[in-house]
């Protein structure tokens, strides 16, 4: 099995190929279509800001491939929040391959903006990823129809999300410790 | 909500983790792979690489062992020293860090926090801020990586608190010189009135001896996580009893 990690600019991407690596699955990071399309899933990390990772992905033809796959991909952090219709940082058109938009936390909840450190997790589809995750983020989606996992800061927010082929979080699982791993298990699962 | 994080800090020098007292008198603990492996098992919350030799004499910290950090360990990771430049901060973070953590070179170049939050997001961008109490103000210092070279700025701490946020500030490592290295727990009067103006989290460093100073930071202020060194390097604390203890106390605690 072969993982194709999707170098959608931004930096660490080699903190997720470590993760598969761990895990003894096979991955490259790559941006090219062609190597891309010879692989079993996806990953679509994003460090940085949505305008960036969009303007990213477009300058590399690599939007119609990532609406267009059938193949299991899995979106990590701005990589997932980049598959709904619009996000507010930078007043960004997204993917639109889920309902739904992104916004901001405010410090008016009583919460620090960004969330950073670890936050519990509660998968309503299987409870075993229930757990404790890192989340690194500024950004939210608050609900969506295909919400599975929910987590709290200030407000419900969505921490896992799953649409056919498409599954997503907004924590970084490569830095979760043990919960990560059993949720890169889940995604390498459905391959 | 959030669980408070435990950060054990491994003082880097000339490749080796490294612990003083009151930031000199420097002794060797062990090698920077073996600790962060051990710190990793243990439970550590996240982990803070401080190179402590690179600001003060003008070189940038080696980058090889940041990749093979990354390579064995699956929490998040710091990376602080002599970090002058976007691209200083790229190599780090590419190899494999989530954060980058600067302190004099942002006294002396406050617009590279703008920089760096602009490129690569504000959760890269940790400030470390050295601060001593001097006639009843909180007075920020810098290069404090040697004792020949610190510096004292004769800036307010809350002033540079407020600056740094305002210019996309991350996360504040609030060192508090007075405590740093003597095991007499946390600053708690500091870091109360620090934390009054602080929107983005705030770690606190500097203290830690016993583990009732833990419970304390957690119950008495509101940091997000506390930051220690030697404690745990001379296994005074182990890291998962230190956590199974604070849980029992209801503090909110990843175990």
């Known amino acids: 099995m072969n993982i194709g990690i999707i170098d959608c600019g931004g930096a660490n991407l080699n903190s997720i190929y470590y993760s598969f690596k761990r895990l003894g699955i096979n991955a490259i990071i790559t941006n090219s279509v062609k190597e891309l399309s010879e692989m079993n899933a996806y990953v679509l990390p994003g460090v940085g800001s949505a305008d960036v990772v969009m303007n990213t992905l477009r300058k590399r033809d690599l939007i119609n491939f990532i609406k267009s796959t059938k193949k299991p991909i899995l979106g990590i952090c701005i990589g997932m929040q980049i598959f709904f219709d619009y996000s ?8 639109g391959i889920i309902d739904g938009n992104i916004e901001k936390f405010n410090v008016n909840d009583g919460v620090n903006v960004p969330q950073m450190g670890w936050n519990k997790v509660e998968c309503d589809t299987d409870n075993s990823l229930n757990g404790h995750y890192y989340f690194a983020n500024s950004y939210f989606n608050k609900d969506s129809k295909f919400t599975i996992g929910y987590s709290s800061y200030g407000n419900k927010f969505s921490s896992i999300i799953k649409k056919d082929n498409i599954l997503g979080c907004q924590f970084h699982p490569e830095k979760s410790s043990k919960a990560g791993e059993k949720f890169l298990t889940y995604f390498i699962k459905s391959i | 909500m959030l669980t408070k994080r435990i950060i054990p800090c491994l003082d880097v020098k000339n490749g080796q983790v490294v612990k003083g007292i009151k930031f000199k008198d420097h002794e060797v603990v062990g090698s920077i792979i073996e600790l962060a492996k051990k710190y990793n098992d243990e439970g550590a919350d996240e982990l803070v690489f401080y190179d402590i030799g690179a600001s003060t004499y003008d070189g940038i910290v080696s980058k090889d062992w940041v990749k093979i950090i ?3 360990i699956n929490i998040p990771f710091c990376v602080a020293g002599g970090i002058k430049s976007i691209s200083d901060a790229k190599q780090i973070l590419n190899n494999g860090a989530d ?3 600067i302190n004099t070179p942002a006294l002396e170049n406050p617009d590279l926090i703008k920089e760096l939050a602009n490129e690569f997001g504000s959760q890269c961008v940790v400030i470390g801020i050295d601060s001593m109490i001097e006639n009843n103000k909180y007075i920020v210092y810098s290069n404090t990586g040697d004792e020949k070279t610190i510096k004292n700025t004769h800036i307010e701490t809350n002033e540079w608190i407020d600056r740094v946020q305002s210019l996309g500030a991350g996360e504040i490592v609030l060192n508090c010189m007075n405590q740093d290295g003597v095991r007499n727990g946390y600053d708690l009067v500091q870091l109360n009135e ?3 103006n602080c929107d983005v989290p705030l770690i606190a460093s500097g203290g830690a001896g016993r583990i009732e100073d833990f419970q304390d930071v957690f119950t008495k202020t509101k940091s997000s996580g506390a930051l ?7 296994n005074l604390i182990i890291i998962n009893e230190l956590k199974e203890f604070l849980l029992n106390q209801s503090i909110n605690i990843r175990v």
């Open chain 2, 194 to 196: 620090m934390l009054k």
């Open chain 2, 70 to 72: 990354a390579e064995i």
């Open chain 1, 88 to 95: 507010e940082e930078n007043q960004t058109g997204c993917l």
């Open chain 2, 228 to 234: 220690a060194a030697s404690v745990f390097h001379k």
């Open chain 2, 99 to 101: 954060k980058v953590s």
